[in-house]
């Protein structure tokens, strides 16, 4: 997401906001990055992490019904993950392991997934 207010023809860093925390981003922060999804959704790796270790390894399910996935804009059947303070930012099973495998191969960000 963007910050409100923000000049779409010159968008800056600190514009770019998580839609799961609404922290900016942070160039400068190798271990949090931020995965772009649909009409300008973003999911930092701080983020990504918690929503993995919820739906990988506690099988988190936060999914309602005709729910859409924040980032890649689909109700699917997926385990969701959604942010504990901001209600109306879900993240979707495999939107989770797609950015976790994107995020590894960037070889600018130093973001690993969860183990264990
Ligand atoms: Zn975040
Ligand atoms: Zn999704």
């Known amino acids: ?5 923000t000049d779409e023809t010159n968008v800056q860093y600190e514009d770019v906001l998580c839609n799961f925390c609404h922290r900016a981003w942070d160039p400068e922060d190798p271990a949090r990055p931020l995965i772009e999804g649909h009409h300008g959704s973003h999911l930092c790796g701080e983020c990504l992490s918690i929503a993995y ?4 390894f506690d099988g ?3 999914r309602t019904e005709g729910q859409t996935c924040t980032m890649c804009l689909e109700a699917r059947d997926d ?12 993240v979707c099973r495999r939107c989770v ?14 973001w690993r997934r969860p183990v264990g």
């Open 1 to 5: 997401m963007f910050r409100p207010g």
């Open 53 to 56: 270790r919820a739906i990988v």
């Open 60 to 62: 988190r399910n936060d």
């Open 79 to 90: 385990e969701t993950w959604q942010s504990p303070e901001f209600a109306d930012a879900c």
């Open 97 to 110: 392991k797609q950015s976790a495998t994107a995020l590894e191969k960037d070889k600018d960000y130093t």
